[in-house]
């Protein structure tokens, strides 16, 4: 299915974009970026947390889901 969609679409993966931006961004009127949006803008606003996973384990004593 999506090798249909992209039909006549040329598709470069592992293309490090920031090496040769402006010739890759002159080669279509569109460019879909895929990677790091913070990166993209030059980390305008610093590394953006959403990146930023932080997990609170927490151990409940007793019957607390009830059944399961």
């Given amino acids: 299915m ?3 969609m992209l039909d006549g679409i040329e598709v ?17 009127k569109k460019v ?5 949006i913070d ?12 990146r930023t996973l932080r997990f609170e384990h927490e151990e409940l004593e007793g019957d607390f889901q009830g059944n399961a």
Avoid: C, I, P
């Avoid at 879909?32 to 790091?36: A, I, M, P, R």
């Fill in 32 to 36: 879909v970026f895929t990677g790091k």
């Fill in 12 to 28: 470069r993966t592992g293309v490090d974009y920031f090496n040769d931006r402006s010739a890759l961004d002159s080669l279509a």
């Fill in 39 to 50: 990166e993209y803008y030059d980390f305008k606003f610093g590394e953006l947390e959403y």
């Fill in 2 to 4: 999506v090798q249909n």
